[in-house]
């Protein structure tokens, strides 16, 4: 059964210092892996994803993922946090095996603090 | 152009009572999703229609639960004989069939579902 965990439940950054935000998933086949962002009071947002080819996906708000197969995981980073980054973030994995169906399986978040 | 909306944005229900959720998802979406978010929690999914059928009914947790999308736009998610463990946000996402955003899902504002 597919699967993904965000070790971290809160991340606390100064601003102008890179963010880490991790996450590891497991799937029978080939992964397709996103991250959301939820700001408060507002819906989750698209950010990035990885299908196939680059390790590295760039996404909106100068975030950028790396997809690692040998460990599998796929940590979103910044290369410097702004107090506006300051949100709850979701990774999620969908499944390409033909058993996958077309389940998408979100992790359990991480807040992100950016303290100026 | 409108994003996905939900009506309504809240629902007090009694226990034991029926209930429907409404999604309207983005013109021209193919895919729909359902999604349970409980308090702490990342979104859980419920079911995934690609036109107006269920192409994947898997998250739905029991058949008290059921959704439909008649003409492959508007769905509605219905929950009879409500429980207390019920309550929830429960969110709608839809995603383009093809090109450069396949797979991107985009959330409404959901729909919190309180049941007493």
């Known amino acids: 059964a597919q699967s993904v965990a965000q070790p971290e439940d809160q991340v606390n950054v100064a601003e102008g210092n890179p963010l880490t935000v991790k996450c590891t998933y497991s799937?029978?086949?080939?992964?397709?892996l996103f991250w959301y962002v939820q700001y408060p009071n507002r819906g989750l947002q698209f950010l990035l994803k990885?299908?196939?080819?680059?390790?590295l996906v760039k996404g909106s708000y100068g975030f950028e993922a790396e997809f690692n197969k040998s460990q599998t995981s796929f940590h979103l980073k910044k290369p410097s946090a702004l107090v506006s980054d300051s949100a709850l973030y979701f990774c999620?994995?969908?499944?390409?095996?033909?058993?996958?169906?077309?389940?998408?399986?979100f992790g359990a978040g991480t807040r992100l603090f950016v303290k100026a | 152009g409108a994003g996905v909306s939900q009506t309504p944005s809240n629902k007090v229900t009694e226990k034991g009572k029926y209930v429907e959720l409404r999604c309207d998802p983005i013109s021209g979406h193919t895919a729909l999703y359902w999604y349970r978010q409980s308090l702490g929690q990342g979104p859980e999914f419920l079911i995934y229609f690609q036109g107006t059928g269920a192409a994947d009914d898997s998250g739905l947790p029991n058949d008290r639960f059921f959704a439909v999308r008649p003409e492959g736009s508007v769905s509605t998610l219905k929950i009879q004989r409500t429980e207390r463990g019920d309550s929830a946000v429960y969110l709608c996402a839809s995603s383009p069939r093809g090109g450069k955003n396949l797979h991107e899902q985009y959330f409404g504002p959901g729909t919190r579902l309180t049941v007493t």
């Open positions: 999620a994995v969908r499944d390409m095996a033909p058993t996958g169906g077309f389940k998408t399986i």
């Open positions: 799937v029978s086949g080939n992964p397709y």
């Open positions: 990885y299908i196939t080819g680059d390790n």
